[in-house]
């Protein structure tokens, strides 16, 4: 079976340090490789997506391939046919499969039925290329590399289980504020519990959380396929708006990182996002350089 990218765990920690690794050499240009040489990737996207889509098919051009953009709308993955087929036909024509869904499971079974490695591009569950290219960015920004003080405040979600995910491989403290029913899913807290070089706290204060970090990261209240529950998620997670007061508690060189798109005014203020100590917009190109870095490691 090839390798592919589900979840952050689907690698070791070692394998985590090769990606940040081959990224960083991407990103200084000392190196181009074109794995994808002759290989086209099918992209397929069930939410709308911007940096994802974008970065996805600027990477996978500079890495020599062509990428295919598909909609659910074409394919009508698990409807038309199961998903095992679909991986197995999708395996005949590319060289990878990208895959932007809801299920996970859906992900998983695509992986787990193509003779080609599938990456995950978001699922309601996890995130994989958005926190390891955040990872990568936190690196650039405050090195050397150390167990890190990461506050999330908000929802927890897709992006909080990739901390957690990440958190269970390399040492991390992260510090995760959100409103009592908000909280991750648990299978992920005991799974970054189980790293003893990691810490995880569950806190409803943010003033706890931010206290001393490094990182302050935050997330839409309401992801995608959520959105009906906007109003509902807003009045559990106000009082887990980033913005400057709350700022004035992290570490005085603390950077703040948000995946993007953000609902300014709601999670996180503008003076915050448009602040000295906002790195959202490295954060986002770095989404192209740890795309490369997965998709050539994937091919190896
Ligand atoms: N951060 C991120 O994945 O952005 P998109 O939803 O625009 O792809
Ligand atoms: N939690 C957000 C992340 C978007 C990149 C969502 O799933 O909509």
């Excluded at 698990?78 to 499969?97: C, H, K, N, P, Q």
């Excluded at 787990?112 to 996890?126: C, I, M, R, Y």
């Excluded at 289980?161 to 995760?176: E, F, G, K, M, Q």
Aim: charged fraction near 25%; include cysteine.
């Amino acid at each position: 079976m090839p390798r592919s990218l589900t979840q952050i765990t689907d690698l070791t920690a070692a394998e985590v340090r090769e990606i940040l690794d081959l990224c960083g050499k991407m990103k200084r240009k000392e190196i181009a490789p074109k794995p994808l040489a002759g290989k086209a990737v099918a992209c397929i996207f069930t939410k709308a997506s911007l940096r994802t889509r974008v970065s996805f098919e600027v990477g996978i051009q500079q890495l020599g391939g062509n990428a295919l953009y598909i909609t659910d709308n074409e394919i009508k993955l698990g409807e038309r046919e199961s998903i095992a087929d679909a991986a197995r036909v999708l395996s005949r024509y590319v060289g990878m499969i990208m895959i932007r869904t809801y299920k996970q499971s859906d992900v998983e079974g695509l992986a787990k039925h193509a003779s080609v490695p599938v990456v995950n591009g978001l699922t309601d569950a996890v995130h994989p290329c958005q926190i390891l290219g955040d990872y990568f960015t936190i690196l650039e920004h405050k090195p050397p590399e150390r167990k890190y003080k990461v506050a999330y405040l908000g929802d927890g979600n897709n992006i909080t289980h990739s901390w957690l995910n990440l958190a269970s491989l390399i040492p991390l403290d992260l510090r995760i504020a959100t409103a009592p029913d908000c909280r991750p899913d648990s299978l992920y807290v005991e799974k970054a519990r189980r790293n003893p070089q990691s810490s995880v706290l569950l806190t409803d204060d943010p003033k706890e959380a931010v206290a001393g970090a490094d990182v302050v990261y935050t997330d839409v209240w309401a992801s995608m396929g959520q959105k009906h529950l906007a109003e509902e998620k807003a009045n559990k997670l106000r009082s887990f708006q980033v913005n400057s007061s709350l700022l004035k508690g992290a570490d005085p060189g603390a950077i703040v990182l948000h995946c993007l798109p953000a609902e300014r005014g709601k999670e996180i203020t503008d003076e915050v996002m448009d602040g000295p100590q906002s790195v959202v917009f490295d954060e986002a190109e770095n989404r192209l350089h740890i795309q490369k870095a997965i998709m050539a490691f994937l091919l190896k």
